[in-house]
Nanobody, 123 residues
Framework: QVQLVESGGGLVQLGGSLRLSCAASGRGFSNTEMGWFRRAPGEERVFVAAIDRSGNTYYTESVKGRFTISRDNAKNTVYRQMNDRKHEDTSVYYC?????????????????WGQGTQVTVSS
């Protein structure tokens, strides 16, 4: 089973850019669909972006055009480039992996989660 560790979080200026990484250990990364979720202060964790085994990408409406998810199977890593950061992007960001993540309707059904990394957008 894949294990996930996020990195790259921190403080970013309003309108700035930040790249998050999620390194996977264990077997089967290339057969795992990967996603990013986030939890804003006082809110529930929600879907942000996903990438399937073929490299097809999916985004929630609020981040389309600003966020890009990608994967490097040779490095067992998935990335999330975030541009034009807004205050509402301040959240804990979680990496997740599951063989059928794209079609999973419930977060509780997703097999593997990272510990989360804090991203704070400041003025």
């Amino acid at each position: 089973q894949v294990q996930l560790v996020e990195s790259g979080g921190g403080l970013v200026q309003l309108g700035g850019s930040l790249r998050l990484s999620c390194a996977a250990s264990g077997r089967g990364f290339s057969n795992t669909e990967m996603g990013w979720f986030r939890r804003a202060p006082g809110e529930e964790r929600v879907f942000v972006a996903a990438i399937d085994r073929s490299g097809n990408t999916y985004y929630t409406e609020s981040v389309k055009g600003r966020f890009t998810i990608s994967r490097d199977n040779a490095k067992n890593t998935v990335y999330r480039q975030m541009n034009d950061r807004k205050h509402e992007d301040t959240s804990v960001y979680y990496c997740a992996g599951d063989p059928a993540l794209v079609e999973t309707e419930r977060q509780s059904d997703i097999a593997t989660w990272g510990q989360g990394t804090q991203v704070t957008v400041s003025s």
